[in-house]
Structures are given as C-alpha cells and as structure tokens.
C-alpha cells in the first residue's frame, strides 16, 4: 500500500518564476491538504482540496493555486516566486467522511528560490 | 495561532520513559489533541491522539489531565530513533480541519 507521495523531492527556481509541485494522495484517501515549513518553524496551513474543490485555505496570498484531479491527486502552483517561498511543501492525505481524520504527510519537496 | 505551549527542547537516555508536556489552557469541549512528531527532512508522522481518556497504542501513550488542560505524551523505551520533533496539537472534531502546528519539542534520545 502506497502512503503519500510527492514530486519532486527537490527543486531550486529563480524569484519570479512559477513552480507546480504534486502530490500522490494514500490508497483510500480522497482530500489533500498542503502545508508549508520554513527552516525552524512548524509546518503552516495553505489549504485543502476535496471533490476537486478547494474547500478551506490558510493565510496565503492568491499567488498560491492549487489543483484536484478526478484521481485525488493534487497540484501545487506558486506564481511569481519570492525568496520568502523556500521552504519545505508538504502534502497531506486523509479521508474526509472517516473520523478522526487522520492526515498522512508525504516527504515534501525541498524548493529554493534564489 | 497554535493553541498549545511545548518545551523548545529534551533530553532522554535510551531505554528510558521521554514524558513530553504540553499545555493547552484554553481548549474547548470539542477539541481533540493530536501529536505528530517530524524526524529530521521527513514529513510530519501521526502518533496519537485523544479526548479526554488516556489513550495507548503501539507507538506511545497520552495522559490528559481532568481539566483537559495539559497533557503528556509518553514513549516508554525511548531508542536512537525517536530523535525529533514532537508537535502537540489541539484540534476541533467537527469535520477535517486543518493541522496547526507550533513549534514543537525537539526530543535528542542519548546514548
């Protein structure tokens, strides 16, 4: 059984470039939350997609979009990157109807702008 | 904001209980804690959570006071490889909502 996955693992772009990055969600599992983690911080809230929809979205400029496939996978898009993106994008996968929720993170993907 | 306090830091000899507090004053009657912990360049990996019982299984156990004030995770045989950052989370249980992390304790299991 295949947990998260994510791609790719690393990524260096330049600032004002655009990035899309990808998640595999876990066999079973119909929502994708992603996340972003700074160097020494937790990782912060971007938002969450289900049934293709972006359904709940944390404090982040519009320059993040995002993406839900019919087969629950998820992509990621930052446009007009600034040195404040790098940071470590993670995804993560859980079952929406099935309590307590549980979210299974993928490895994420290393992005540095410079 | 999280709504949680954690120590920044712990140490643990290996082979010996890590107890690792968290405070979470404010919670409300619906909220659950959650804890994750985040080994070194890995994502985030669920541990446990609960109510207002104490809870148990394979990898730890929790302790949640009366008040549902505080609560301490528990690794009872604490190895090299628990080494990481353990996140102590308070979170609704209407519907999946969103994780928010603090800072966590980073816990170094010694030799």
């Known amino acids: 059984d295949a947990g998260v996955t994510q791609s790719p693992t690393h990524l260096i772009k330049t600032r004002g470039q655009q990035v899309t990055l990808r998640c595999s969600p876990k066999?079973?599992?119909?929502?994708v939350s992603w996340y972003q983690q700074a160097l020494g911080q937790g990782p912060q809230f971007i938002f969450q997609?289900?049934?293709?929809?972006?359904?709940q979205r944390g404090n982040f400029p519009d320059r993040f979009s995002g993406h839900q496939f019919p087969n629950y996978s998820s992509e990621l898009n930052v446009n007009a990157l600034l040195l404040g993106d790098s940071a470590l994008y993670l995804c993560?996968?859980?079952?929406?109807?099935?309590?307590?929720?549980?979210?299974?993170f993928g490895p994420g993907t290393r992005l540095t702008v410079t | 904001d999280a709504k949680t306090t954690q120590p920044p830091s712990m140490d643990c000899a290996e082979g010996r209980a890590a107890n690792l507090p968290c405070n979470h004053s404010?919670?409300?009657?619906?909220?659950?804690v959650y804890w994750y912990r985040q080994i070194h360049s890995q994502g985030p990996q669920y541990i446990i959570h609960?109510?207002?019982n104490n809870e148990t299984n394979e990898m730890a156990s929790l302790i949640i006071t009366e008040d549902r004030k505080s609560s301490t995770l528990i690794l009872p045989h604490a190895t090299l490889r628990d080494t990481a950052v353990y996140y102590c989370?308070?979170?609704?249980?209407?519907?999946?909502?969103?994780?928010?992390f603090g800072k966590g304790t980073r816990l170094s299991v010694i030799a």
């Open positions: 993560a996968s859980s079952g929406r109807t099935n309590p307590p929720y549980e979210q299974y």
């Open positions: 066999s079973g599992h119909d929502t």
């Open positions: 997609y289900y049934e293709e929809e972006e359904r």
């Open positions: 404010t919670i409300s009657g619906n909220e659950y």
């Open positions: 609960g109510l207002k």
């Open positions: 989370i308070v979170r609704s249980n209407s519907g999946n909502t969103p994780l928010v």
